[in-house]
């Protein structure tokens, strides 16, 4: 195992240059293994690249020979200063890139010199989906034949690709209301989902004419998160699924209901985008955490903190993981699982990879939701829970194919606390219960959050970012980037630096692996070597990177963006996309 450091400098040297010629195909990878990319045109078209969430791109033409050459092509801004970061990821599809801004709107511009082309403003059409005290986060769109579709506040937009301009039959004028639709079934009286908590971050999958997505946000109180499939032409929803079942009416209440005691059913909001397997026919999706008085919701408080598996056709519960029981660390599970297929001793694994913000990695078999390697329920600290509280007595820990605990993707034991501050608070191990002046890992900002993990079919290995960041630790987060290897479960390199280990990663078919950190007075981008974590590459954008990146390809040249925005929680965020590529040919 190697394991690496690397300490963030101050310094901005920001550069544009002049833009390529546009020239760009689509191009759809398959679910497993991809081959290799197209000579002129590469698009990204969803979220996370392909249905399976890989973010494995099969452009070789950035190497670990001329990567430290890279330097940005063009950069955007759009204006909008709001909220906790710029966390969007850019899509680009046929020479055009798309962007959102922290409430949600949409911006298209030349994805070879970032002109702008047109933009949609959310905010003047959301009527009810804003309100006071909204937390404004947006993590991006995607892209279905020929549709930008957007989650602002708590509907769906369906712009045309080309113009910018509402798609006539979707919703009304372009606008769905589909959060609000399902709450109608059961609460008739609601006049707007966003007064009962509800409302978008993420970005919809597609596909094939349908729309997949899941609302936030637990905090909020709401009685359940909603795994939504819309018909992608009409924005009508097509079936629903209550991430806690609130009775008989809901699907899945012979399981989950018994898990809830003491009168509170809240929280389960979905925070990224789901995942697919067409051949499988399943949905995969992570579901965060439950909220409210911890007295009035005793019990595991199923489907909360775990990995849902619903059929694509009705949405049918087909299996669960749960990844923390009776949560009351804020252990969402929060990023979005990463499908892949991989052999162990022989025998093919259609497998599932998901880091929690607990810290620890699972492995599943995304056929059936059993874990590919041992997980064993161990007892954790229950003592002195406070009056009235029912700690679960166990958790699900995971081992590696050897028989070992898996390395956690960053530290459940508190390390690197200041004397005073260690003299002044106690250090309490793992899972221990929550009381006044206390110190614990990884903490309620620590672990792996909403970030998507990336899988190189090349190298094997899944690279997880997270943060390393105990609660009343008397310091700042570090960031903890990962390579794992599935088929064992060992970990194979790791680089520590200083910041948010918050964004989600993307890895090539040249075995380079990109990921950005988010601090309060930088924020990097870095480029690794895959295979060992040597790193190749950094540059500063002069403010935290907690977004995740994506690359494509136009007129036979590969480019890699980012959004930069954004420092500590409670700050204000940014506005910056980057489009890195290599010095243009003569």
Same mark, same amino acid.
């Given at each position: 195992?190697? #394991?690496?450091?690397?300490?963030?400098?101050?310094?901005?040297?920001?550069?544009?240059?002049?833009?390529?010629?546009?020239?760009?195909?689509?191009?759809?990878?398959?679910? &497993?293994?991809?081959?290799?990319?197209?000579?002129?045109?590469?698009?990204?078209?969803?979220?996370?690249?392909?249905?399976?969430?890989?973010?494995?791109?099969?452009?070789?033409?950035?190497?670990?020979?001329?990567?430290?050459?890279?330097?940005?092509?063009?950069?955007?801004?759009?204006?909008?200063?709001?909220?906790?970061?710029?966390?969007?990821?850019?899509?680009?599809?046929?020479?055009?890139?798309?962007?959102?801004?922290?409430?949600?709107?949409?911006?298209?511009?030349?994805?070879?010199?970032?002109?702008?082309?047109?933009?949609?403003?959310?905010?003047?059409?959301?009527?009810?989906?804003?309100?006071?005290?909204?937390?404004?986060?947006?993590?991006?769109?995607?892209?279905?034949?020929?549709?930008?579709?957007?989650?602002?506040?708590?509907?769906?937009?369906?712009?045309?690709?080309?113009?910018?301009?509402?798609?006539?039959?979707?919703?009304?004028?372009?606008?769905?209301?589909?959060?609000?639709?399902?709450?109608?079934?059961?609460?008739?009286?609601?006049?707007?989902?966003?007064?009962?908590?509800?409302?978008?971050?993420?970005?919809?999958?597609?596909? $094939?004419?349908?729309?997949?997505?899941?609302?936030?946000?637990?905090?909020?109180?709401?009685?359940? %998160?909603?795994?939504?499939?819309?018909?992608?032409?009409?924005?009508?929803?097509?079936?629903? /699924?209550?991430?806690?079942?609130?009775?008989?009416?809901?699907?899945?209440?012979?399981?989950?209901?018994?898990?809830?005691? %003491?009168?509170?059913?809240?929280?389960?909001?979905?925070?990224?985008?789901? &995942?697919?397997?067409?051949?499988? =026919?399943?949905?995969?999706? &992570?579901?965060?955490?439950?909220?409210?008085?911890?007295?009035?919701?005793?019990?595991?408080?199923?489907?909360?903190?775990?990995?849902?598996?619903?059929?694509?056709?009705?949405?049918?519960? $087909?299996?669960?993981?749960?990844?923390?029981?009776?949560?009351?660390?804020?252990?969402?599970?929060?990023?979005?699982?990463?499908?892949?297929?991989?052999?162990?001793?022989?025998?093919?694994?259609?497998?599932?990879?998901?880091?929690?913000?607990?810290?620890?990695?699972?492995?599943?078999?995304?056929?059936?939701?059993?874990?590919?390697?041992?997980?064993?329920?161990?007892?954790?600290?229950?003592?002195? *829970?406070?009056?009235?509280?029912?700690?679960?007595?166990?958790?699900?820990?995971?081992?590696?194919?050897?028989? $070992?605990?898996?390395?956690?993707?960053? *530290?459940?034991?508190?390390?690197?606390?200041?004397?005073?501050?260690? &003299? $002044?608070?106690?250090?309490? *191990?793992?899972?221990?219960?929550?009381?006044?002046?206390?110190?614990?890992?990884?903490?309620?900002?620590?672990?792996?959050?909403?970030?998507?993990?990336?899988?190189?079919?090349?190298?094997?290995?899944?690279?997880?970012?997270?943060?390393?960041?105990?609660?009343?630790? =008397?310091?700042?987060?570090?960031?903890?980037?990962?390579?794992?290897?599935?088929?064992?479960?060992?970990?194979?390199? #790791?680089?520590?630096?200083?910041?948010?280990?918050?964004?989600?990663?993307?890895?090539?078919?040249?075995?380079?692996? /990109?990921?950005?950190?988010?601090?309060?007075?930088?924020?990097?981008?870095?480029?690794?070597?895959?295979?060992?974590?040597?790193?190749?590459?950094?540059?500063?954008?002069?403010?935290?990177?907690?977004?995740?990146?994506?690359?494509?390809?136009?007129?036979?040249?590969?480019?890699?963006?980012?959004?930069? =925005?954004?420092?500590?929680?409670?700050?204000?965020? =940014?506005?910056?996309?980057?489009?890195?590529?290599?010095?243009?040919?003569?």
């Amino acid at each position: 195992m190697k #394991r690496q450091r690397l300490i963030a400098t101050v310094g901005l040297s920001l550069v544009a240059l002049t833009g390529a010629l546009v020239g760009s195909t689509a191009w759809a990878p398959p679910l &497993a293994a991809q081959t290799r990319a197209a000579a002129k045109g590469v698009d990204w078209a969803l979220h996370n690249l392909d249905l399976a969430g890989t973010r494995f791109t099969p452009m070789d033409q950035i190497n670990r020979s001329n990567v430290k050459t890279l330097a940005p092509r063009w950069l955007f801004q759009h204006g909008v200063i709001d909220g906790v970061s710029n966390q969007t990821t850019p899509i680009v599809v046929d020479g055009v890139m798309y962007v959102t801004d922290s409430r949600g709107s949409v911006y298209a511009t030349d994805a070879a010199d970032g002109h702008l082309l047109w933009t949609y403003d959310v905010t003047q059409m959301l009527g009810g989906g804003a309100r006071e005290g909204y937390v404004f986060r947006n993590r991006g769109v995607t892209y279905g034949d020929g549709v930008i579709y957007a989650a602002g506040g708590s509907f769906i937009f369906a712009l045309d690709a080309k113009t910018g301009k509402p798609v006539p039959g979707f919703g009304t004028n372009g606008q769905a209301s589909v959060i609000l639709d399902v709450l109608r079934q059961r609460y008739p009286d609601v006049k707007t989902a966003i007064s009962m908590g509800y409302w978008f971050t993420t970005a919809p999958q597609y596909y $094939k004419g349908t729309l997949y997505i899941g609302n936030s946000r637990s905090e909020s109180n709401i009685p359940g %998160g909603h795994v939504l499939a819309i018909d992608a032409r009409t924005g009508k929803v097509k079936w629903h /699924f209550n991430t806690i079942p609130q009775d008989e009416k809901d699907q899945g209440w012979a399981i989950a209901g018994p898990t809830w005691r %003491g009168g509170l059913r809240t929280g389960g909001g979905i925070w990224e985008t789901a &995942a697919i397997d067409p051949d499988l =026919g399943l949905l995969y999706m &992570a579901v965060g955490n439950p909220y409210g008085e911890t007295k009035r919701r005793l019990g595991m408080n199923l489907f909360t903190n775990s990995i849902i598996a619903l059929t694509l056709e009705t949405g049918e519960l $087909k299996w669960y993981f749960q990844e923390t029981h009776h949560d009351v660390w804020d252990y969402d599970s929060g990023g979005p699982p990463t499908l892949f297929d991989m052999q162990v001793n022989g025998r093919p694994v259609k497998a599932l990879a998901h880091a929690s913000k607990n810290g620890l990695l699972f492995i599943l078999d995304r056929a059936t939701g059993k874990p590919v390697h041992p997980v064993k329920e161990l007892p954790v600290p229950t003592d002195d *829970p406070g009056d009235g509280e029912e700690p679960w007595p166990t958790q699900p820990f995971p081992f590696t194919a050897s028989g $070992k605990p898996m390395e956690p993707v960053c *530290p459940t034991t508190p390390l690197e606390i200041p004397a005073e501050h260690a &003299a $002044k608070n106690k250090i309490v *191990p793992f899972y221990s219960p929550v009381k006044p002046n206390t110190i614990w890992a990884p903490g309620m900002q620590g672990g792996s959050n909403y970030s998507p993990i990336s899988y190189s079919p090349r190298t094997g290995l899944l690279y997880v970012n997270a943060v390393d960041w105990p609660f009343n630790s =008397g310091r700042g987060p570090k960031g903890y980037f990962s390579a794992y290897d599935p088929t064992t479960g060992e970990m194979k390199w #790791r680089q520590i630096f200083e910041g948010y280990g918050q964004a989600g990663s993307l890895v090539t078919a040249s075995d380079l692996v /990109f990921v950005g950190t988010g601090s309060n007075i930088a924020g990097y981008f870095f480029a690794f070597d895959a295979r060992n974590g040597e790193l190749l590459w950094k540059y500063n954008t002069g403010s935290g990177v907690f977004s995740s990146p994506s690359t494509y390809m136009m007129n036979g040249e590969q480019f890699v963006a980012v959004a930069s =925005g954004g420092g500590a929680r409670g700050r204000r965020g =940014g506005d910056l996309i980057l489009s890195f590529a290599l010095p243009p040919r003569p």
